[in-house]
């Protein structure tokens, strides 16, 4: 972010495209809000506060960004990132964007298993081969009720929250076929709890202090 920034919400859209996601309260930061904005496969993390320090924090945020979503930043920039296979998954981006902003910053994701929220299971994901691509099945350790049932709900969750391509009853892949960990890592606590998630993003829908008409967001679906 340099110095002769957009004033403007249209301008801001001209130059950076679409918004993604708009977290209205950063708790780590002067409670200022920070956008996300994506414009031809380049996302950008936005502020219209001029707060002393601001800069430092969104390149923080950005750089959290790079970590938990397996994206690329901008050398030249503090707010610019690409995405490492060329595509930019933008549902995972909301998801990215509320974790950077809102959690602490030297936060990671979880490592190995996490426990699922309507069994005694601990769920995870493995790699598999798909003719070149990468897909990833979906496993659990434990038992269950209806365990195979379980499992094609949370892969279900996948592909409604990755925008990811279901390949069969228990394996998803990304568009790109490129291999993802830290997504998949990301998605896991959503896609296991579709109602909540969904509860969520309609809360969160609410809450901002600007339209989504007016911002350039993405329609919520």
């Known amino acids: 972010m340099s110095d002769n920034f957009p004033l403007h919400v249209n301008e801001v859209i001209e130059e950076y ?25 380049v996302a950008t993390v936005w502020t219209f506060s001029r707060k ?14 790079a970590k938990l979503g397996d994206l690329e930043p901008i050398e030249t920039t503090n707010n610019q990132l690409r995405s490492s296979c060329g595509i930019m998954h933008t549902r995972p981006l909301k998801f990215l964007m509320m974790q950077a902003v809102e959690k602490s910053p030297d936060y990671s994701h979880p490592e190995g298993l996490i426990k699922d929220l309507r069994s005694d299971l601990l769920l995870g994901f493995r790699t598999v081969d798909m003719d070149g691509s990468t897909g990833y099945q979906i496993n659990a350790k434990g038992e269950a009720p209806n365990l195979n049932g379980r499992l094609r709900a949370i892969t279900s969750g996948f592909v ?6 279901r390949r069969d009853n228990l394996t998803v892949s990304f568009n790109c076929g490129a291999k993802h960990n830290p997504l998949m890592q990301l998605l896991l606590p959503y ?28 329609p919520p679906t």
């Open 17 to 41: 495209g679409k918004c993604l996601e708009l977290v209205p309260i950063d708790p780590h930061f002067k409670n200022i809000s920070v956008s996300l904005y994506e414009k031809n496969n």
């Open 52 to 65: 002393n320090g601001v800069s430092k924090r969104i390149e923080q945020i950005r750089d959290q960004l």
């Open 160 to 165: 409604r929250y990755g925008e990811m391509i």
């Open 191 to 218: 896609a296991r709890n579709v109602t909540g998630t969904q509860d969520m993003l309609e809360a969160d829908s609410l809450r901002g202090q600007m339209t989504t008409g007016t911002l350039g967001f993405s």
